[in-house]
């Protein structure tokens, strides 16, 4: 209570910007300082919204049953979050009015999402008589507050057509279990059996609850939902329901043996499963905001697949020609995509290499068709066999090349996602650390703490530099190769962060603060594996860019040059901040 009265006291103004100039290296300071700033509060942002559907969750049930330690970890974690983001805000508000915009608005909505919390922590509070209900309906309002705040940095997560897909989608759990419970109902009014029937009516209102709970979870993620943390929570929740279906299914079944009654409710649990699932699909299919490159990739896979097939079915003649059929189709689809794809394409010379890919990748095709008819007609000739393993490796060398482009994307894609992620857990376990201090009984682990906390901080920036370049240049080699060298640089000291949480976490004395630092470094560690092998396999991909990149980067270097020496002359030179 005292951290979110402190942060909205705190939000009153914003901070005082040091003198900058107007060259070159001042204007990338600003817009650098921007990009940072708004990494930041988006990480915060979603562990707040996190910890308050993981609020909801951890107190569904029982009050005899709640984990406080854990509830307590959901507080500090949405506790220490807000008072980090209130910072990040001041110097956010202070750039954006200095560029015109407007930051007393973003002030304003930090504010608002501060009052949010303090109402939810209000209403949570174990003493608290308030219904159930108002608590779902505080925690809603984070959800909201938490949306409003993200629009007015610009950092929406994913468009907002999939945002009301997703409400909609919890809306249609919430209406099917309405009809399990009538269903449920009409079990209990038949059953004689007075303890049968009061666990039925139990069961059936368990339903309602959890169901209620996954919208009220819905509503409080939705802004945030391409952070894992967020999906997680409304796992949490989906799991609810699933297990309060079963208990209504079971108890029904306990009550009655009216085939009639039970295939009622057999068939409406049937539904919420269905609904659930259709939740869960949309969240794991679009939550990562991912470009869709299903045409390349499933037609490649056919194609490496069939050709590896046609080698392993020699003799059959029958098997090889189905197997040509498949192929022939999966290549004209692939050739189909790259076509679309060089139709769209705006850069004259990309459209031209994406045309002569497709022209080999059907003259390959061709040539394969014909050698297993060949070698399916001889099944016994030697020479014929020979031309079938040429082509299907020349097919095998035309495929890759056509769909190089998509599957360099798709890679560089995965990996802005996993450095975003790692940027985002490596920002949350900072906040965990500071939240760590007041109770870690060890200085020196304590002080190794701070220590690589400080570390990663440097290198934060240049991994969100290298995400925001990949994706405001999506074509350029030094963009991407940039991201692949900040992602590479962030995986030691990341590491270290890790290693050092692990080791302070027996030491803090505070239980709830001490989970928040053991979940947030043991999910910096998932990212950082993530992280390493989306690296990995973006290197392999783009590898051959790095002279056209060093070429570039002497380029721009020599324009900064001559921006800096005209500032020189004009007297308008200043140091940018941290500077002498």
Known sequence: MQAVNAAQANLDDFDALPPLGQDAAAKAWRKN???????????????????????????????????????????????????????????????????????????????????????????????????????????????????????????????????????????????????????????????????????????????????????ACTKVVAPTISSPVCQQQLLE????????????????????????????????AAAVTQALNDLLQHIKNNASGAPPTGRYDQATDTILNVTENIFSSMGDAGEMVRQARILAQATSDLVGAIKADAEQESDLENSRKLLSAAKLLADATARMVEAAKGAAAHPDSEEQQQKLREAAEGLRMATNAAAQNAIKKKLVHKLEQAAKQAAASATQTIAAAQNAASSNKNPAAQQQLVQSCKVVADQIPMLVQGVRGSQSQPDSPSAQLSLISASQNFLQPGGKLVASGKAAVPTVSDPASAMQLGQCTKNLATALAELRTAAQKAQEACGPLEIDSALNLIRSLEQDLQEAKAAAREQKLQPLPGET
């Open 33 to 215: 300082k921007m990009d940072e700033s708004k990494h930041e509060i988006h990480s915060q942002v979603d562990a707040i919204t996190a910890g308050t559907a993981s609020v909801v969750n951890l107190t569904a049930g029982d009050p005899a049953d709640t984990d406080y330690t854990a509830v307590g970890c959901a507080v500090t974690t949405i506790s220490s979050n807000l008072t980090e983001m209130s910072r990040g805000v001041k110097l956010l508000a202070a750039l954006m009015e200095d560029e015109g915009g407007n930051g007393r608005q973003l002030l304003h909505a930090a504010k608002n999402l501060a009052g949010a919390v303090s109402e939810l922590l209000k209403t949570a509070q174990p003493a608290s008589a308030e219904p159930r209900q108002v608590l779902l309906q505080a925690a809603g309002n984070v959800g909201q507050t938490s949306g409003e705040l993200l629009q007015q940095i610009g950092e929406c997560d994913t468009d907002p057509r999939f945002q009301d897909m997703l409400m909609q989608l919890a809306k249609a759990v919430a209406s099917a279990a309405a009809a399990l419970v009538l269903k449920a109902k009409n079990v209990a009014e038949r059953t004689d059996d007075p303890v049968q029937q009061a666990q039925v009516i139990a069961a059936a209102t368990q339903c309602a609850l959890s169901t209620s709970q996954l919208v």
């Open 237 to 268: 929740a989906g799991k609810q329901v699933a297990k309060s279906v079963e208990g209504c299914v079971e108890s029904s079944k306990e009550a009655t043996s009216d085939p009639e009654l039970l295939k009622a409710v057999g068939g409406a």
